[in-house]
């Protein structure tokens, strides 16, 4: 997704982990502030973003063009009608939500980008598993699957 030599945890570099995850945002975080010793986390940039940093705001803007255009690349292939971002970084609201639909509509093919909704997830760090969750109950316990079965 990138050009940049950042290495991800898988030992490559460039890779949308790599420049646009929570660990990315305090990874950057910790290049850019002097911090002592202490780990910057990434809710600590959306502190100082808040009170108008705008080292801290440009952290969440660089995130948020990354994952626009990761997302990009999926919406052209699978044309959802919405894509919602989860986990802690959805935290930080409009500081990265704003560079993620703009990026978004920089990489998304015009027709497709005119029925996507891009919006942030109200759950936060409980998205994962309430999917999870949600996947067991309809398969295993109510047998939605079932109701789309043609016969």
């Given amino acids: ?21 929570g660990h ?41 063009y990354y994952l626009g255009k990761g997302i990009s690349f999926l919406a052209n292939v699978f044309n ?7 986990g802690g970084v959805s935290g930080a609201g409009e ?5 993620i639909k703009e990026s978004f509509t920089k990489y998304t093919m015009k027709m497709i980008q005119e029925n996507i ?12 598993i309430r999917g999870a969750i949600t996947l067991v109950l309809n398969e295993k316990v109510f047998y939605t699957s079932l109701l789309n079965k043609k016969n």
Wanted: net charge negative.
């Fill in 1 to 21: 997704i990138s050009d940049e030599e950042i290495r991800c945890g898988c030992g490559q570099y460039g890779h949308l982990e790599a420049v646009a995850s």
């Fill in 24 to 64: 990315a945002i305090e990874y950057q975080a910790n290049q850019v502030f002097d911090t002592g010793e202490n780990w910057f986390t990434a809710r600590d940039v959306y502190i100082k973003a808040s009170q108008g940093d705008q080292q801290a705001i440009d952290i969440f803007k660089q995130a948020g």
């Fill in 80 to 86: 959802p009608d919405e894509i919602i971002i989860g």
């Fill in 95 to 99: 500081f990265l939500l704003k560079p």
């Fill in 117 to 128: 909704k891009v919006k942030l997830s109200s759950v936060g760090m409980d998205a994962g």
